[in-house]
């Protein structure tokens, strides 16, 4: 074999390989084309089998249906049946219409193999069961005008019960063909099922159906509730040490292959993507891929997601990929070869725990100033309103460009770009208080209200024509003045901006507030140049306030 032939061993490469593979229906094809595509099929993860499912859908998947094995149709019943600890009856109907396209012997082989107590539960959902032979039998059905409404029921191949069926038209004809081809394949199995679905209490069906599939899903790292939480505990940087030998066991026949969902957002994660890069060793390689799903799917359980949506699968590799390498990054401080050997000897649910700890002690300056901001503007208060999340999220309002919407923090950029805002917001808040306004009284006004930035503009355009640093509204003299002092060719002069800085700085100091030069400096020259446009091109003898925002005006009553 070639050095061209070999499969890629470093992580960053197999995921690649997965990326660049054929996906959907050309996988599918793939795969039924190989010499062997019973054994090619079941090679597959349960979860391997139910995404390509989803994505091409149930008519384009009938052949891989047809040769996955009982244990693969369970694993996807498992991901696909479930609305936290009770039974979804109707995402499994499509599977059992499959599994009845395959014919009446594959349908018979798999149900065969389902636990039992899952076969009883998904059939008394849909049937109520009589037994002929202790004279049970349906109601009569309902008198109308044009006789009985009859319920609709059918008797067993064996006559030994009646069925009377729940859900609709389509649910009745499902329900009486997986019946029908059961007893064709296995009357005992059938029987069986039809008996359990009788006597046996639902909520002790449920229950133990539930506990089966819990351990199932618990194999492919899907863990308890509760004790996914742990993944939320809060860990100090101190307590985390390149070296220490906390690395995640694995054994190589119980490693999970990572989704093609999960694969897409762990190379979008530009410092994780470049630390898995730098690791060639196939075993290693194998390791930290199963280690990254099951972090996946631990964050899926913390979040009590339904595994099977591809929607929410995807949101949630995204939150762990983003956190595990804003945590990696943060513990190596940015050194890559550092990073090699931390995801070698380190938990990766250590990393995301670092990487969530650094964004809750945002988080928690964040809600100190949330009352405060809601005037705030963008992007500082939709980042407040994002670190108050359930988990502390940043928004793309603050990146460049800005867009819509929140997402993870990632990096150490995003900390930084957050803590820039947030000490921005505190001394932008302390000067609006220092004025005599109550922030948190303007924040509950109806709107229109000023934004809490017009306070300070007000304060600093009065300061500039010799006034207090006061924000009471302006009056037309004082526009005036401020015009004719002040404005030269539509900008404010050298003399009035160094005014307002001298008075921005002289409060602060007597309020004990010290911020760095680059944070309090863009904040003067963001006012400053927000009044040369707000001012700097009126050429009325009389300004009306109704024309003119981000400063206040007073409005001249006759």
Known sequence: MSERDLPPSGPLARLRAQLAAPRGVRRIDALLSS??????????????????????????????IALATPSQIQGCLDLDGWNKDEIDIVPLRPWLASLIDTG??????????????????????????????????????????????????MATPDRFFILEFLGDEDSQRLVQQVVEDLYRGDQDLARHTVMNARAELPSYLEEQS???RSGRLADLGFVDFYDALDLFRPLDLEQVSVGEGTHDQIPEDEVAAVSLVVAEEVLGRSFLARAMGSIDDPVEAARLEGAVMILVNKVLAAGRAKPGQAEVVRRGALYAAATL???????????????????????LSRLFRVGYTVTLKLARLAQALAARSVTAGSPAKE???????????????????????????????????AGELLTGLTLRVAMVESLGVDVVAMGQAPEPRPGLDDHIRTALARVMIGGELIGDALSQAELTKLRDHAISNGKLTQPARLAAEEAIRKRLGAAQLAASGAVLGKLIDGWLSDLDAILGGIKDVEVDPRFVEGVLVEIRRS
């Open 35 to 64: 010499d062997d595509a019973a054994g090619a099929v079941a090679a597959l993860s349960p979860s391997e089998v139910f995404e390509l499912v989803h994505e091409v859908g149930f008519e384009d998947a009938s052949d891989l």
């Open 104 to 153: 009446f012997e594959n349908l018979t082989h798999v149900w065969g193999n389902l636990d039992a107590e899952l076969r009883a539960l998904i059939l008394q959902r849909q049937v109520k069961v009589y037994d002929v032979a202790m004279g049970e039998e349906p109601e009569p059905g309902v008198e109308t005008e044009d006789g009985y409404d009859e319920k609709p029921c």
């Open 210 to 212: 539930y506990r089966w």
């Open 325 to 347: 390498s804003l945590g990696l990054e943060t513990i190596v401080r940015g050194d890559i070869v550092k990073a090699q050997q931390a995801l070698r000897t380190i938990a």
């Open 383 to 417: 980042l407040v309103a994002g670190l108050c999340s359930p988990r502390p999220l940043f928004t793309r309002a603050a990146d460049d460009p800005p867009s819509p919407g929140l997402r993870p923090f990632e990096a150490q950029a995003d900390l930084r770009r």
